[in-house]
């Protein structure tokens, strides 16, 4: 097979990499020119995309991820590439799919301890192209809520958090997009404390939250407004006919009545059915073999239970394992 591998972003022709995104039926968000943009200008962070394009010089595969490190002295054991529900293959061809992964890993092997696919839909049929490269396959779950009507997903969803929601919703709380760049930051304040006390694992900087507002083509900021303060709220990217959860974080021991989190969780399912949206995908469920409280939570919304997995290649096996027991031992003194 005749084929040609761009990786210089200068030499892509956006609008043809844009119609691929969009077409491919399993096109998502990570994978298109906008999102690569936003990345661009995020600190710590640097996109990284490749074309394969066929003798008839037509795309017929696209591959993004990111390469993050965090800030100061742990720059050098955090280097990683996250590649987000990819790579975008024409029919799942696995000649297509080979090439462009084995391209992928050669650009970006040396520069991050390791890559990590954070499947959004199943590579099933591709599969043996990451095992070629090195790769290893993790389960992962996934929720995934269809949308099919109102009347429906509101059977699906569990009568309890039926109930908080009307509670919440009764005692004054509304859900709001975020109009101005105040709410954004009382958001991420609420995203500090989570990720400081139960997460543990590093957060982007503000700079990311400020361009995904400033940017209003990659999604919204649904927001629980109480008494005039922002107690919750979800980061969710928009792209055909799907709403993803990115980051979502709540006061809830502060506003245990009002149910911050539910609502946080409701609002975008809710907007979606508003706008004639057809999934709302919940971007992780945790790895079956972990205890995963959020799993159950995510349980009641009435989503489909799936494993799509996520592979890893570990580039530097040393740096990997301190990078791991480095995170470890900052999660016991945090």
């Known amino acids: 097979m005749v084929f040609k591998i761009i990786s210089n972003p200068k030499d892509i022709n956006k609008k043809e990499w844009?119609?691929?995104?969009?077409?491919?039926?399993?096109?998502?968000?990570?994978?298109?020119?906008?999102?690569?943009?936003?990345?661009?200008?995020?600190?710590?962070?640097?996109?990284?995309?490749?074309?394969?394009?066929?003798?008839?010089?037509?795309?017929?595969?696209?591959?993004?991820?990111?390469?993050?490190?965090?800030?100061?002295?742990?720059s050098f054991f955090s280097r990683r590439c996250i590649v987000w529900g990819g790579p975008l293959v024409k029919d799942n061809d696995p000649a297509v799919a080979r090439q462009i992964i084995i391209s992928f890993t050669e650009l970006v092997k040396n520069k991050s301890i390791y890559i990590e696919f954070r499947n959004l839909f199943s590579t099933e049929k591709i599969k043996e192209a990451f095992l070629f490269s090195g790769f290893k396959?993790?389960?992962?779950?996934?929720?995934?809520?269809?949308?099919?009507?109102?009347?429906?997903?509101?059977?699906?969803?569990?009568?309890?958090?039926?109930r908080q929601i009307k509670k919440g919703l009764s005692k004054g709380a509304e859900i709001i997009k975020a109009d101005n760049i105040s709410q954004v930051e009382q958001f991420y304040e609420i995203l500090k404390i989570l990720y400081k006390n139960k997460v543990k694992k590093p957060l982007p900087s503000f700079s990311?939250?400020?361009?995904?507002?400033?940017?209003?083509?990659?999604g919204k900021y649904l927001l629980i407004n109480y008494k005039n303060q922002i107690i919750?709220?979800?980061?969710?990217?928009?792209?055909?006919?799907?709403?993803?959860?990115?980051?979502?974080?709540?006061?809830?021991?502060?506003?245990?009545?009002?149910?911050?989190?539910?609502?946080?969780?409701?609002?975008?399912?809710?907007?979606?059915?508003?706008?004639?949206?057809?999934?709302?995908?919940?971007?992780?469920?945790?790895?079956p073999d972990d205890?995963?409280?959020?799993?159950?939570?995510?349980?009641?919304?009435?989503?489909?239970?799936?494993?799509?997995?996520?592979?890893?290649?570990?580039?530097?096996?040393?740096?990997?394992?301190i990078g791991k027991l480095g995170l470890k031992m900052l999660q016991k003194l945090s």
């Open 232 to 287: 919750g709220g979800i980061m969710c990217s928009v792209y055909k006919y799907t709403i993803y959860e990115w980051y979502i974080a709540s006061l809830d021991n502060e506003y245990k009545s009002i149910y911050p989190g539910v609502l946080a969780t409701w609002a975008p399912i809710n907007y979606a059915l508003d706008h004639h949206l057809k999934y709302f995908d919940f971007m992780g469920a945790g790895s």
């Open 18 to 74: 844009e119609n691929f995104v969009q077409e491919h039926p399993e096109g998502n968000p990570f994978h298109n020119p906008q999102m690569f943009e936003f990345f661009h200008q995020v600190d710590n962070y640097k996109p990284v995309v490749l074309i394969y394009k066929g003798k008839e010089r037509k795309i017929l595969g696209v591959l993004m991820g990111m390469l993050q490190k965090e800030p100061g002295i742990k």
């Open 137 to 162: 396959w993790h389960d992962h779950l996934n929720f995934i809520v269809t949308l099919d009507s109102r009347e429906n997903v509101i059977k699906r969803i569990s009568s309890g958090k039926l």
């Open 208 to 218: 990311f939250f400020k361009n995904f507002f400033n940017d209003k083509s990659l």
């Open 291 to 321: 205890d995963y409280g959020v799993r159950e939570f995510k349980s009641k919304f009435g989503g489909e239970l799936v494993n799509y997995g996520r592979f890893v290649r570990i580039n530097k096996p040393l740096l990997y394992h």
